[in-house]
């Protein structure tokens, strides 16, 4: 049975969470590559941005849908929902603009977890992490590649 750690990348590149929007967008750009994981300087991870976060940057602020009650203004879809919006349409920085609920692998896991979490969850790429420390990254055309083994 094959692992991930059979089949993972294990010279990431990684970002800081300082890292600005302009240069995460040069990394995405260069490397053609969508997923950038974000660590610490023990090299522990702290997040991840995709390609699809910066695109989101570009796109309208959507006004939720509100109700009025007794003067007040209710967002349907809730505050938080807006809040999350507003900060990820005006990020600077990687940690800003981040996800900090990361979905990860580990070395030992089967290849086969892997890809029922990518399938699940709509994900093109797993950090591959032992503890808290980043040491690779898996994506789907890793498990593709690993059909032919």
């Known amino acids: 049975m094959l692992t991930v750690a059979d089949i993972m990348t294990r010279e990431v590149v990684s970002i800081k969470g300082s890292t600005t929007v302009r240069e995460m967008a040069a990394i995405f750009d260069a490397k053609r590559f969508g997923t950038l994981p974000i660590i610490d300087d023990a090299g522990n991870l702290t997040g991840i941005v995709t390609a699809s976060d910066l695109v989101e940057q570009d796109r309208p602020l959507h006004i939720p849908t509100?109700?009025?009650l007794f003067d007040w203004v209710i967002p349907l879809e809730g505050e938080s929902s807006l809040q999350r919006?507003?900060?990820?349409?005006?990020?600077?920085?990687?940690?800003e603009l981040a996800s900090a609920d990361v979905v990860t692998v580990?070395?030992?896991?089967?290849?086969?977890?892997?890809?029922?979490?990518?399938?699940?969850?709509?994900?093109?790429?797993?950090?591959v992490v032992e503890g808290n420390k980043l040491v690779g990254m898996v994506s789907r055309i890793d498990i593709i590649r690993s059909m032919n083994r």
């Open 66 to 68: 509100v109700i009025s």
């Open 85 to 95: 919006e507003l900060d990820k349409i005006t990020a600077q920085t990687a940690s």
């Open 106 to 127: 580990t070395p030992a896991d089967p290849v086969s977890s892997a890809a029922e979490i990518m399938s699940s969850k709509k994900l093109h790429a797993l950090p």
